[in-house]
């Protein structure tokens, strides 16, 4: 057992009664958090190792609720597209995966897992195929991540079939990686979902006690289509068919009936908000105010960074956060507090880990990240608090150091797991390839 001691100018925990310990110390042991508190209270502990992090602040690492990492292949491609609507999804997006190839996904997972460990997110929801080459490169960057297996079947039966099995076949692999655990990902029920393909769906996330992560609500035409073939709305028509007996994170949630709120917060239901991908894609605004209101758990993803195109969830939550009070013709509609707890515990519940990640508390897994709080953004310290500075005045580039599991992932802002300039020309290379393969 190694016993690490980690000194900070400031180290702000979330736990419930929202700690800041100025100076402060976490004590770790391994990849479990001992102990934290005001720095006086550890002068006579005994560890192996400790480091001065003077100038800095300690906090939970962020959780990135949903994306696509290999989709930052795509990355430029999609401009002038909306993604949330079939046709633009369907033109700008899948046309390009119909010509891509399991070897250009390794690379744009690396670089993506590395932008995320650069700006601070220490664990992750990815949505996609090509389980065999994402999971080794999860792997290797040391973040901790919920992958679903992505399945698009569009009603086509022999596409369900090889579907299903590479599910089931991806799930069964899974089981005992330590910071990796395996969902289902029906890209969208009802769109691209048949109801054939959602019973069994439903089937494997039961037989591998796991959740499924969708995506409901980006422009009603979930709605649209079950009213006129069920005579309800979507959520509803999820509710009868036993949906929301599973864990379930959903994307956007943007046009979700306020009706149907009671009933997705009296299920283990997620809604994650991705107001950049949203915004660039002109749709709408998700309720977020009224679905925390009706007791909805709520957290913050980036979706791809095909259109957003970016990895920093800083960024996002400052954009979640305006949007949010734009929308509701009020300043602070959701307190930076919220928002910055919807960024790490929300994540963190959506996941099911919320008893393990999410703030540093006593028995949590050393999930952590460091902020420069020397540099531009944080003065006058008297002025904003220390959570509106997170959300509105700093960004991931911030971050100097991140640890999973207790293990460094990034360390005075230089890569420990993933030789960024490698992986970077890897996926040049994997682009270049794709632009030659161009649909008609």
Known sequence: ?????????????????????????????DDRILDVGPSARFDSVDADVELDLEGRLVMPGLVNAHTHSPMILFRGLSEGHSLLTWEGWYNAIRVWEEVMDADMVSPAVLVSCAEMIRTGTTCFADQYFFM??????????????GLAYGIVEMGDAESRVREMASAREFLESIQDEPRLN??????AFFVDNSPEAIELELELAAGFDTGLHIHLATGGEEDAHCREYYGRSAV???????????????????????????????????????????????????????????????AVGTDNVTN???????????????????????????????????????????????????????????????????????????????????????SGMHVQDVMVDGVWLLRNTEWTTIDHAVVRADLEEAFSELKTRKPA
């Open 1 to 29: 057992m190694t016993k690490t001691l980690l000194r900070a100018s400031k180290i702000l925990t979330l736990d419930d009664d929202d700690h800041l310990f100025a100076p402060g110390c976490l004590l770790l042991e």
């Open 236 to 298: 509803e028509q999820m509710a009868s068919l036993g949906v929301l007996d599973h864990r379930i994170i959903a994307a956007h949630c943007i046009t979700v009936p306020e009706e149907d709120f009671e009933t997705l917060a009296a299920g283990d239901f997620s809604a994650v908000i991705a107001a950049s991908a949203c915004m660039r894609a002109g749709a709408g605004i998700a309720p977020l105010k009224a679905m925390r209101a009706a007791g909805i758990n709520t």
């Open 132 to 145: 065999d080459r994402i999971v080794p490169a999860v792997r290797q960057s040391g973040l901790r991540a």
């Open 182 to 187: 395996g969902w289902v990902g029906p890209h």
């Open 308 to 394: 957003n195109n970016s990895y920093d969830m800083f960024n996002e939550m400052q954009t979640v956060a305006k949007l949010m009070s734009s929308r509701e013709r009020e300043p602070g509609a959701i307190s930076a507090i919220d928002i910055l707890k919807m960024s790490t515990l929300g994540g963190a519940e959506a996941l099911g880990l919320g008893d393990e990640i999410g703030s540093l508390e006593r028995g949590k897994k050393a999930d952590l990240i460091t902020l420069d709080i020397t540099t531009i953004g944080w003065s006058p310290t008297g002025g904003q608090d220390l959570y509106t500075a997170l959300v509105y005045a700093v």
